[in-house]
């Protein structure tokens, strides 16, 4: 399965925009990019995902590079909700997913 | 709508005893997936089953084990408990793939399992 690589840690002040980044230079042609969340004491919940092209839902935006080999998830107005552990995944064939580290997103008021 | 659902949230064990965690899955949902979470790091996954037959096993002992029911509910067992049992073990659905497309999961706020 394809890894990624993102930073350990990052903060952000309130209501300004977050930009989380994420590397995974061996994706293949056919590999979904997803971005999960995970907020304190639940369990992960789906972000958004995303091909090719750039993709906007309610709760963020996801930019992938022309090449594929980076992404960046996009929280426009960050809240205090939004601190959580961020997970980009490239999910398996058969949908499984294969957590790393992700980024732990500080926001401060 | 009730998302996925998860029994019980807590429970406390003592080494070399079973323990059976239960599964709801969104309605619709036919395919249920366990991960285990120790605290500090990532999920790991452990079972994929999909249309009640396993689809995929992470690394994991032969001590745990699972199942899926005709209602696509799902059970996690866990035989012989160790102390390094102990974690946070969530249970997500999805319509598995679509087209091609893999489709998003949804996760349970998971059983925290401790072992004394």
């Known amino acids: 399965d394809a890894k990624t690589t993102q930073p350990n840690s990052m903060e952000s002040n309130e209501e300004e925009p977050v930009h989380l980044p994420c590397n995974h230079s061996?994706?293949?042609?056919?590999?979904?990019i997803h971005w999960y969340r995970q907020l304190p004491s639940q369990g992960p919940e789906y972000v958004i995902h995303?091909?090719?092209s750039n993709v906007n839902n309610r709760m963020a935006s996801l930019a992938i590079a022309e090449d594929r080999k980076s992404s960046t998830l996009i929280l426009h107005r960050a809240t205090l909700r939004d601190a959580a552990v961020y997970y980009c995944i490239l999910p398996s064939a058969g949908n499984m997913l294969t957590f790393g580290g992700g980024t732990r997103l500080m926001v401060k008021p | 709508d009730a998302g996925v659902t998860q029994s019980p949230t807590h429970l406390i064990k003592t080494r070399g005893q079973q323990v059976t965690l239960r599964c709801s899955p969104i309605?619709?949902?036919?395919?249920v997936s366990w991960y285990q979470q120790v605290l500090g790091q990532g999920p790991q996954f452990i079972f994929q089953?999909?249309?009640?037959?396993?689809?995929g096993r992470g690394n994991f002992p032969d001590r745990f084990s699972a199942r899926q029911f005709p209602n696509y509910s799902s059970e996690l067992n866990v035989n012989a408990l160790l102390l390094g049992d102990s974690a946070l073990y969530l249970c997500?659905?999805?319509?598995?793939?679509?087209?091609?497309?893999?489709?998003?999961?949804?996760f349970g706020d998971g059983t925290r399992l401790s072992i004394l």
């Open positions: 089953y999909y249309e009640k037959e396993e689809r």
């Open positions: 309605s619709g949902h036919k395919s």
């Open positions: 997500a659905s999805s319509l598995a793939v679509i087209g091609g497309v893999r489709q998003p999961q949804h």
């Open positions: 061996t994706i293949s042609g056919t590999d979904y």
């Open positions: 995303g091909l090719t």
